[in-house]
């Protein structure tokens, strides 16, 4: 089981608060708390209040979105490494759900702890928004690799996103945590294409599929396919 000491450790030496200086990194993980999730639990709700700012420690996070009329899906799944809630002192409420898609544990700054650091140490707002640039990045990437033309080359772009192979802390083992109907909705593509990609790429020896998860075997090879001309 993960103890705080070892979540703290790794919030050190890998993401966000890696790159605060020592200082600022101390005081702000002092205040920290591990909060275990149970598989399928939720972690925060669209409309829910503003809350916390949290790291990923151990598991897998589902983040959903719901900027239209359409309802919430699945959008992004995030690893061991990663920080998120920066909207921490915005006025409105949370715009992305996010829940656990297997046992996880994340530690958690609470807003009155956050602001009474930055209090101290105002410096912390501006890596604040560096935070939120590093998510806006992830998002963009995202976006991009939804622009991408061919089919095949799309959702090869899509799975290596889902497994984290565009992370700086590249989780092991390479699960994606996800149906093939929610894949095929994430790659806009048909249920039947993404039936067939998946079973070809698995034939080939880049993938094993199981009932709702996917095993990246060979990440080089898709990336390759990602790389490779459309």
């Known amino acids: 089981m993960l103890t705080r000491d070892e979540a703290v450790s ?76 920066e909207g921490i002192t915005a006025s409105t409420d949370r715009r992305v759900g ?51 033309r061919g089919g095949r080359r799309r959702l090869s772009a899509i799975l290596a996103r889902l497994a984290g192979l565009r992370d700086e802390v590249v989780p092991d083992p390479l699960v994606i945590d996800a149906t093939q109907a929610e894949i095929a909705e994430m790659a806009n593509l048909a249920r039947s294409v993404v039936s067939s990609f998946l079973q070809e790429m698995e034939r080939d020896g880049i993938l094993r599929l199981s009932w709702g998860a996917i095993e990246v075997l060979s990440p080089r090879v898709l990336l390759g396919r990602v790389e490779a001309a459309a």
Request: glycine share 8%; hydrophobic share 50%; charged share 20%.
């Open 98 to 148: 996010v829940w656990a898609t297997r046992k996880s544990a994340v530690l958690s700054v609470d807003a009155g702890d956050f602001r009474r650091v930055a209090t101290r140490d105002p410096e912390l707002w501006r890596h604040l928004a560096l935070l939120a640039l590093e998510n806006h990045y992830r998002t963009m990437g995202l976006a991009h690799d939804l622009m991408i």
């Open 10 to 85: 790794f919030a050190r030496s890998a993401g966000w608060a890696s790159r605060l200086p020592p200082a600022l990194q101390e005081s702000l993980l002092a205040a920290a708390r591990l909060r275990t999730l149970p598989a399928g639990s939720r972690l925060y709700a669209i409309g829910d209040s503003l809350g916390p700012i949290y790291f990923l420690a151990r598991g897998c996070l589902a983040a959903e979105v719901s900027p239209s009329a359409n309802p919430p899906m699945k959008s992004m799944l995030l690893y061991p490494g990663a920080w998120l809630g």
